[in-house]
């Protein structure tokens, strides 16, 4: 089984910031070709915020781009968010995905269980 733990979410007041990690907990080998994170807001579909690949490559949507950066630890199999100058519209449930493969399932799409991010003065 593959889990992805996240932590870093919470109530922020505009123009500050936010940190969210997410690590994948397997027990059985697998190697990681995309890390990220969405995000869903009430009434709204999810969307793409940051993904980043093994190789370090970078995607942001433009709503985050300036202001929001994603980094990966591979020797940790971690991703970090950072999130800086959040405006209220950044409000949404924040989920880490992960595109990798194990030795047993092969490639597969995983999601941790969500973090709530809520910009509010």
């Known amino acids: 089984q593959v889990q992805l733990v996240e932590s870093g979410g919470g109530l922020v007041q505009p123009g500050g910031s936010l940190r969210l990690s997410c690590y994948v907990v397997s027990r059985t080998s697998f190697s990681i070709n995309t890390m990220g994170w969405y995000r869903q807001a009430p009434g709204k579909q999810r969307e793409l915020v940051a993904a980043?690949?093994?190789?370090?490559?970078?995607n942001y949507a433009d709503s985050v781009k300036g202001r929001f950066t994603i980094s990966g630890d591979n020797a940790k199999s971690t991703v970090y968010l950072q999130m800086d100058s959040l405006k209220p519209e950044d409000t949404a449930v924040y989920l880490c995905?992960?595109?990798?493969?194990?030795?047993?399932?092969?490639?597969?799409?995983?999601w941790g269980q969500g973090t709530q991010v809520t910009v509010s003065s």
């Open positions: 995905h992960a595109d990798l493969r194990t030795v047993v399932t092969g490639r597969g799409d995983y």
């Open positions: 980043i690949s093994s190789a370090g490559r970078t």
